[in-house]
């Protein structure tokens, strides 16, 4: 069964582009849109975080912290950020615990890869709570950014 609306969000800790830990429990007090992603220089991942990208200041606005992970490697991860000008985190779930832990895991991807992470939005309220929780089926859907900036919004 997965995360629903309600749920205390995992805590973890990963590493982004930098090679620095980052902590879920160090946003204690804010706001942060979790997005996980399936795979780095991919069509629909890539426009979706350029739309992130794009819209980074309305998240700011709204008093929200975006992170963006992957089962992708920090220097895959490096180097997509780099490229694109990514302005928020990327952080690398190489070993899958954290999408297991939300329940956003394919188990068979595509091209024969397993356990690639389903696209899926969290919002993470500040008491660590979740308030929004969408977990994609399809690879080429997008999240609800309207509902995710509603939630925002309302929290």
Known sequence: MGLKKGDIAPLFTLYNTDKK???LESYRGQKVVLLFFPLAFTGVCTQELCQIRDEKSEYESLNATVLGISVDSIFSLEKFKEQEGYNFDLLSDFNKEVSQ???CIYEDFAFGMQGVSKRSAFVVDQEGMIQYCEVLEKPTDLPNFDE????????
């Open 21 to 23: 830990e980052i902590s």
């Open 101 to 103: 832990a939300y329940g």
């Open 148 to 155: 995710i900036k509603s939630t925002l919004v309302s929290i």
